[in-house]
């Protein structure tokens, strides 16, 4: 009788235990759920900013596998590698959808700019240095974002 009282406890400790650990992460998740759900008009011009930059490489990147030429290929692979770490910046602050809406916006609009799908010149004078810094730095980058919308 007195070993079923003490597993009893030892369980309902346990339980105990499970339960503190799970609510914190609930709140987390929730918390995280929101953020995306209602991102700030900051976040916003700075999504709309990264996800540029990821159409610009995917773009680049595409073009480049386009060309059929192995020496490229690295230079591509980089560019492809630069647009996923965009993308899922994106993401932590607007939802998937959201980001994969805009993307398509965004990438329809650099596609239409360009005189064919071969003459990058123009999409690499406006994002090739203000991308690689963006993604070197993105918080500086939204902290500016935060300041200008204030």
Same mark, same amino acid.
């Not at 998740?29 to 209602?38: D, H, I, Q, R």
């Given at each position: 009788m007195l070993n079923v009282a003490i597993q009893k406890l030892n369980s309902s400790r346990i339980l105990t235990r499970k339960s503190f650990i799970a609510v914190p992460v609930g709140l987390l !998740? *929730? %918390? %995280?759920?929101? %953020?995306? *759900? $209602?991102p700030s008009e900051a976040e916003v011009a700075f999504n709309n900013e990264v996800l540029e930059c990821a159409s610009y490489y995917q773009i680049s990147s595409s073009a480049i596998a386009n060309m059929n030429a192995p020496q490229m290929q690295a230079v591509g692979d980089r560019l492809l590698n630069s647009s996923k770490q965009a993308v899922s910046l994106a993401q932590q602050y607007q939802s998937k959808e959201d980001v994969e809406s805009k993307l398509s916006e965004i990438k329809e609009k650099q596609l %239409? #700019? !360009?005189? $064919? #799908?071969k003459s990058l010149g123009s999409l690499m004078g406006k994002y090739k240095v203000s991308c690689k810094t963006l993604l070197a730095a993105p918080q500086k980058r939204l902290d500016y974002w935060i300041m200008a919308t204030m």
């Open positions: !998740l *929730s %918390a %995280a759920v929101m %953020a995306t *759900s $209602n %239409a #700019s !360009l005189p $064919n #799908s």
